[in-house]
Nanobody
């Protein structure tokens, strides 16, 4: 199983970026998908998650600015980030809680994509 993230880059404060992450490989079912981030010298933190039912959760600092969505048919999760701030600068990792067999569920992580917010 692979999670391939894309869409990171350099953006000015107030700008927008859209991250994508596609899961591929031997997939039986995916439950929750989401995004975490890790800034230099900081611990990895939750940004947003979305369940198969479409229930979403957000870290407080991104509420109203970030929107998570998914296309279950494509096994892909998106993160639309708007009004970006310098403190959003981090490596963003996509995440999926899935099963390859139908009975054993595991956590999987993508390789990370850099988001830099700077003027």
């Amino acid at each position: 199983v692979q999670l391939q993230a894309s869409g990171g880059g350099l953006v000015q404060p107030g700008g927008s970026l859209r991250l994508s992450c596609a899961a591929s490989g031997r997939l039986f079912a995916i439950n929750t998908m989401g995004w975490y981030r890790q800034a230099p010298g900081e611990q990895r933190e939750l940004v947003a998650t979305i369940t198969t039912a479409g229930t979403t959760t957000y870290e407080d600092s991104v509420k109203g600015r970030f929107t998570i969505s998914r296309d279950s048919a494509k096994n892909t999760v998106y993160l639309q980030m708007s009004n970006l701030k310098p403190e959003d600068t981090a490596i963003y990792y996509c995440y999926a809680f899935l099963t390859t067999t139908g009975s054993r569920w595991s956590h999987y992580w993508g390789q990370g994509t850099q988001v830099t917010v700077s003027s």
